[in-house]
């Protein structure tokens, strides 16, 4: 069974840097997409960057060369660093991976199907 864990998120000024980090378990990496999402309060979600079982990433443009995925193999964990953060950056941000079955969301090539619980990024003017 997959199980994803997010941590690392917090209230940052414009300007900033985060890591948010997502722990998972029951992924093997070289057969998942894995990837992050956002979303605010009243509009739908919004994929941020996918790392695909391949290794190469794929990133909205509205963070294209302020974020990065990666993924550590041996502690089986996922990042996103947020550089350059703005306000607009503020939402709930969600590991996923791909394959599941719950709220399927197709993304740049994946369909995406398991969820974490979030961890919420606060960025102030």
């Known amino acids: 069974q997959v199980q994803l864990v997010e941590s690392g998120g917090g209230s940052v000024q414009a300007g900033g840097s985060l890591r948010v980090s997502c722990a998972a378990s029951?992924?093997?990496?070289?057969?998942?997409?894995m990837g992050w999402f956002r979303q605010v309060p009243g509009k739908g979600r919004e994929g941020v960057a996918i790392?695909?079982?391949?290794?190469?990433?794929s990133y909205a443009d509205s963070v294209k060369g302020r974020f990065t995925i990666s993924q550590d193999n041996p502690k089986n964990t996922l990042y996103l660093q947020m550089n350059m953060l703005k306000p607009e950056d503020t939402a709930m941000y969600y590991c996923?991976?791909?394959?599941?079955?719950?709220?399927?969301?197709?993304?740049?090539?994946?369909?995406?199907?398991?969820w974490g619980q979030g961890t919420r990024v606060t960025v102030s003017s």
């Open positions: 029951g992924v093997t990496w070289s057969n998942y997409c």
């Open positions: 996923a991976a791909d394959r599941g079955p719950y709220d399927r969301t197709w993304y740049r090539g994946c369909t995406f199907g398991f």
């Open positions: 790392i695909h079982s391949d290794g190469s990433t």
